[in-house]
T-cell receptor, first 111, second 113 residues
């Protein structure tokens, strides 16, 4: 079964609004990473948050991690049309050395 | 520093042929991961390799699929006797060590006709 599960599966908002995507996982992790994938393209690494970190920022991105709830959120502020993409979380379970991906959230930013 | 390079970008094979997908990791990265992605789905882990060693192949089908990462040269994912169900995008990622950022290539889109 998938380690990471994103919620919602699809999200459509107006340009300028904030977008929040959530990720839940099942086992203890070393770290959690968020990626973006534009249609038909490769994955772009956005941010890595370690299990001992609670929040991390990068530009318009804000990631939180709650290990007690086994969940993470990705917030994109002041969204732009170019943010339209699929967003995936990937977890790196303790004792394993591979990233396990969720099914992703398909984000559409309407101009 | 070039990113992860995969080739070919697109590959068309007839049923029964062999497909060879190549991945050159980023400079300084000795850990390589292969993933498969079907349309509208997430990435499914296939195999994790370090130089000359397969560390975790728990996601690899037992038959027809193999992977290697030789001391010199790119990592190769080989699919023998391809079937229509093998049609997918295959992505390679590399990292300098386990439990760190993994960077992905642009993928190889395999179409079996």
């Amino acid at each position: 079964s998938q380690q990471g599960e994103e919620d919602p599966q699809a999200l459509s908002i107006q340009e300028g609004e904030n977008a929040t995507m959530n990720c839940s996982y099942k086992t203890s992790i070393n770290n959690l990473q968020w990626y973006r994938q534009n249609s038909g393209r490769g994955l772009v690494h956005l941010i890595l948050i370690r299990s001992n970190e609670r929040e991390k920022h990068s530009g318009r991105l804000r990631v939180t991690l709650d290990t007690s709830k086994k969940s993470s959120s990705l917030l994109i502020t002041a969204s732009r049309a170019a943010d339209t993409a699929s967003y995936f979380c990937a977890t790196d379970a303790k004792g394993a050395q591979k990233l396990v991906f969720g099914q992703g959230t398909r984000l559409t930013i309407n101009p | 520093n070039a990113g992860v390079m995969q080739n070919p970008r697109h590959l068309v094979r007839r049923r029964g042929q062999e497909a060879r997908l190549r991945c050159s990791p980023m400079k300084g990265h000795s850990h390589v991961y292969w993933y498969r992605q079907l349309p509208e789905e997430g990435l499914k882990f296939m195999v994790y390799l370090q130089k000359e060693n397969i560390i975790d192949e728990s996601g690899m089908p037992k038959e027809r699929f193999s992977a290697e990462f030789p001391k010199e040269g790119p990592s190769i994912l080989r699919i023998q006797q391809v079937v229509r169900g093998d049609s997918a995008a295959y992505f390679c990622a590399s990292s300098p060590s386990p439990n760190t950022e993994a960077f992905f290539g642009q993928g190889t889109r395999l179409t079996v006709v």
